[in-house]
């Protein structure tokens, strides 16, 4: 049998008119019979030559898919041969890019079977949409640049809305999405980036892919995973399913257009049917050799990573929240957990005081190790993240609940601080009560940080072990302690520099886990609004001591520095600065300085001291001199 048919029929329109003589001079010895598109679908089937069972078209695509039609319904076989600006048709059937080698491949004698899609009864060759599918449903012509600029103009105008899937089998999948495409072909696209090749020209399946981007922060993930090189290794991306069938039942509650193979074809409901080797089509060697061995009957449904429409009910018909709303069953667990945290009870208590009393011991002791324990035993983190939830979601149970319980654990705290602080007979200050009597904006920044951690790690169970760590990060305890110190040796500046950290540490961490629980999904607008306006006053009114304390540190170090290792000369003598450290004590700033002399200073020679060094710093400090004599 020849390689070749003997004869052909070329359907052609007239912007494929140019190709007539180049295909009637094939080298195949083919004898070509042209005849016009309209006057091929006007002739009746009995008024055509008898010879001509094969064809040969060259048209738009609307075009192609009437021919096509024909070719179902008539048996006949068919040869294809796109035009220039076909480059879509080219790679989908992997046809040649030259017309002479698309001609030959067009006239071969053995046509395989190809399945053919329907989509309400119309042919779809590659794919058809519903809604839209983020960068997915992008012009193939256009670059990767204008691809995610097209992407990224649409994310204010995302819709969820109710979707129902039934699969031939009568699998049923119902969920919200922003739409849906049906795919038949997909070869070289961004499709082919999420199911690979999972589709054959005979396998006698239509593949569905479902895009639910349930937040902007899922929908911007979508976009890295499609466009990046990962996305063949990490599977379908979050709020993205995959379903495979023979047949689809496609519902929606609001009508949507269908649109075809880049064109409005249809409109929901829709019925996706496959016709298994419908037509017998001359195709590139990639599809000609396609695997026939799959079962029709065996479906493919990934929906793992959807939601159910119930959970999305909150973003139905609306813009797609910047942030996901978190699923009924997670919210249920979680808000029962923190319920819990907001009661009082007596292992509260005993541990409250257990910790004030190790943190306050490890404070006279200048213990790092035993401070951290005490951090690891104060139960306070709890309450303080119930609260959190409780002025997210409004509920004021919840709110006073756990405000009783932070209250009376701070009593407790520095109740016990300031007894255990009368145990001993002397007054101390030892390096870690010192370092909590100067708070800063970065001990805000860190309350802040830590109730973000916080509030995550009592969200996620599997990281819910972290909770400790976050309690060590912030040091909750150790602050209320030198505080209860300073009662107990009634020093007001001690206790309040103190007290200044732990509020600091407070309203950073409940205001930073109300936020979190905000970006997390667990309530949808920030119901509390008077509440939390009352904490970021309380937040705006602790920065300003902060603020002031973080100028007088760096003018610490500042000082520090100038002075460390200066030298004077002070009435012809040499005084050198050995060491510098700036104190302060009750609120007052000042600096104990070493010096090493040769010679005895005296009293002129220590006002002229006095002198260089304020002019030096440019700043009143209170001054005290320890002289070292080198001999």
């Known amino acids: 049998m020849s390689d070749f048919v003997n004869s052909a029929l070329f359907v052609y329109q007239p912007e494929a008119q140019p190709l007539i003589e180049q295909c009637s001079a094939n080298e195949q010895g083919c004898e070509i019979t042209a005849m016009p598109l309209d006057e091929f679908l006007a002739t009746p089937v009995e008024q055509l030559p008898s010879d001509q069972q094969h064809l040969v078209v060259s048209a738009s695509l609307d075009g192609i898919k009437q021919v096509l039609r024909l070719a179902m319904q008539r048996g006949f076989s068919l040869g294809i041969v796109p035009m220039s600006d076909q480059s879509r048709l080219r790679r989908y059937l992997d046809l040649p890019q030259g017309d002479d080698e698309a001609i030959a491949l067009a006239l071969q004698a053995d046509p395989k079977p190809m399945d053919i899609a329907l989509c309400n009864g119309e042919i779809t060759l590659f794919r058809a949409i519903i809604g839209w599918m983020p960068a997915l449903d992008a012009l193939d012509d256009l670059t990767w640049f204008d691809m995610l600029k ?106 949507k257009d269908v649109y075809i193979d880049g064109s409005l074809a249809t409109q929901t409901p829709v019925k996706v049917k496959v016709s298994p080797a419908a037509a017998r089509v001359n195709l590139g060697p990639a599809l000609m050799d396609a695997d026939t061995g799959v079962e029709a009957d065996k479906e493919t449904v990934r929906v793992g990573n959807l939601r159910s429409s119930k959970e999305l009910s909150r973003s139905i018909g609306s813009r797609v929240p910047l942030f996901s709303y978190a699923s009924e069953e997670r919210f249920r667990d979680l808000f029962t957990a923190l319920t819990d945290d907001a009661a009082i009870s007596a292992n509260y208590v ?103 951690a916080a509030a995550c790690s009592r969200s996620f169970k599997e990281i819910s072990q972290n909770l400790a760590g976050v309690a060590i990060a912030v040091a909750l305890v150790p602050p209320l302690s030198v505080a209860g110190i300073g009662i107990g040796r009634g020093d007001p500046w001690f206790f309040g520099q103190a007290f200044l950290l732990f509020s600091t540490n407070l309203v ?124």
């Not at 090189?229 to 379903?243: D, E, F, I, Q, W």
């Not at 304390?549 to 030298?567: K, N, P």
């Not at 020679?605 to 004599?629: C, G, N, S, T, W």
């Open 350 to 452: 005993v541990f409250i005081l257990l910790s004030t009393c190790i943190a306050t011991l490890g404070l006279y002791l200048n213990s790092a190790a035993v401070i951290i324990g005490a951090m690891i035993l104060a139960p306070l983190m709890a309450p303080l993240v119930s609260v959190s939830m409780a002025l997210l979601r409004a509920n004021d149970k919840m709110f006073w609940q756990s405000l009783e319980k932070i209250g009376l654990g701070v009593c407790l705290a520095l109740a016990a601080a300031a007894l255990t602080s009368w145990v001993f007979p002397y007054e101390p200050l030892t390096t870690e009560m010192a370092s909590r009597l100067h708070p800063s904006l970065p001990d805000l920044f860190v309350a802040i940080f830590s109730g973000v």
């Open 508 to 631: 950073g961490i409940v205001l930073a886990a109300t936020l979190t629980f905000r970006v997390l999904g667990f309530s949808p607008v920030l119901h509390a609004r008077r509440r939390i306006g009352v904490v970021v006053l309380l937040l705006a009114l602790i920065a300003i001591p902060l603020g002031v304390s973080s100028v007088h540190i760096t003018q610490r170090w500042e000082a520090e520095d100038a002075l460390e290792l200066e030298r004077f000369e002070i009435n012809g003598k040499s005084v050198l600065i050995t060491d510098v450290d700036v104190r302060a004590t009750d609120g007052a700033s000042g600096l104990m300085i070493n010096i090493e002399v040769n010679q005895p200073l005296g009293r002129e020679d220590l006002a002229e001291l006095k002198r260089q060094i304020r002019q030096k710093l440019d700043q009143d400090f209170a001054i005290r001199v320890d002289v070292h004599y080198k001999l």
């Open 150 to 255: 097209q992407a990224f103009s649409r994310t204010a105008r995302l819709q969820l809305y109710p979707y129902r899937f039934l699969t031939a089998n009568g699998k049923q999948v119902e969920t919200a999405c922003t739409g849906c495409m049906i795919v038949e072909r997909h070869e070289g696209d961004l499709v082919s980036r999420l199911i690979g090749n999972q589709l054959s020209v005979r396998d006698g399946q239509v593949g569905l892919i479902t895009a639910s981007p349930f937040s902007m922060v899922e929908y911007l993930r979508f976009l890295y995973q499609v466009f990046s090189r990962l996305s063949r290794k990490s599977g379908l991306p979050n709020a993205v399913g995959y379903m495979q069938s023979r047949e689809f039942s496609i519902e929606s509650d609001k009508i």
